[in-house]
C-alpha cells in the first residue's frame, strides 16, 4: 500500500489509495471514450472528470497517466503495473507527472481546506519545462473542488496556454462550481455511480472483511466506493446511523439528542464525526431531492437552499476553526425549517 504522507494525504485510511488502482470497474464507458480519443490522434489536452466521489475518477487519471506516460503504450488502456513508468507513478516520482492537491506546510500542521494558487502555479512552471522523456506530460488535478478563486485563476492559464503533448485531468466532484472558463476549454468525461456488486468487489480485494458486512456497506454505498469504505468503519457506521434515526424525526427532531450528538464535535477528534454527519446530512438530502423531483423547483427550493448552506457553513468552520456545535444545531434547525416549507 502507498505509504500515507501527513502533508498531503486526506484518504479514507482503510482504503488503497486511488494510485494503487489496476482495475477500473463499472467505467467502461470512459475508459472507451478516453481510448477513441487517444486512437483518433485528437487528444484534447483537458479533461474534466465529472461525477460524484468515490466512483473512480482519481484512479482513472492515474492509470491514464501511467498509459500516457509508457513509452511503449498501445491499444490497450491498461499497462504493465510493474513497468518502470507505473512504478514512477505509483511513487509520484515521475519527471512527466504533476500533482495539484491539498498540502500542509508541514506533517505538524493540518492539510488546508484549499489549494493554494502558489502550488497552482507550480503547475504553470511544470508545464513550462521539456518533457524528461520526450512524450507526454501529465498534470492531475485533485481534486477542483479544493481550488480558490486564484489558484483556479492560475490552472486557467495552464490550460488556456498548453504546451506541445500536454494532457492535464481535472478531478471534479461538483462541476457547477468550477469557473465556467474552465469548464468552456475542457473535455468532460462523466462518470457513472457504481452498481453495488462493483462496490462490493472492490471492497472484497482491500481487506478481511466478512462477506456480510462487505455486502451490507456495498448496499449502503450509494454508488460511492468511498462510501462503501467508509461503512465498513465501525465508528462511521454509527454516527451515520444516529444521524439518519435523528433525520428520521425531522421536523419535530430530538434538540435534546442533538445536543449530545454535537458535544463530540467540539473535540479535537470529533472532527471526522462531524464529516460524518455533514455527509449523512448531504445524503439524505440529495435522496429527498431525487424522490420529489415530480413535486416541481418551489417545493424542493428549500431543500436546495439548505445542502448550499451546509456546505458553505462547512467550509467556513474549516477555514476559520468555527465551534461545530453550533453548527450542527444550526444545521437541524434549518432541515427542520426546510421540511416544514
Known sequence: M???????????????????????????????TFMQAVQSGRL?????????????????????ARYLLNPQHGPHFYTDPDS??????????????????????????????????????????FFGSTAGAGGYRVLIVDSADHLNRSSANALLKAIEEPPRQAVIFIVSHMIGRLLPTIRSRCRILPFRLLDPPDIAQILKASGDHSAADVEEAAARAGGSARRGFQWLDERFAAVSQHVEKLLGQLPDYDRAEVLAMSEAFGRKEGRADFETMRESVLDWLSAQIHARASEGVHRLAPLAEVWEKTEQAAREAERYNLDRRALALNMFNDLAAAVRR
Open 84 to 125: 518502470v513508468s507505473s512504478r514512477q507513478v505509483l511513487a509520484l516520482s515521475h519527471p512527466d507527472l504533476h500533482v495539484l492537491r491539498r498540502r500542509a506546510e508541514s506533517d505538524k500542521k493540518p492539510i488546508p481546506n484549499e489549494i493554494s494558487v502558489d502550488f497552482a502555479r507550480d503547475a504553470i512552471g
Open 2 to 32: 502507498v505509504p500515507v504522507d501527513p502533508t498531503t494525504d486526506d484518504r479514507l485510511a482503510v482504503a488503497p489509495h486511488p494510485r494503487e488502482a489496476s482495475l477500473l470497474l463499472g467505467q467502461d464507458e470512459a475508459v472507451a
Open 44 to 64: 484534447h489536452h483537458a479533461w474534466i472528470l465529472s461525477g460524484p466521489q468515490g466512483v473512480g475518477k482519481a484512479s482513472f487519471a492515474y492509470l491514464a
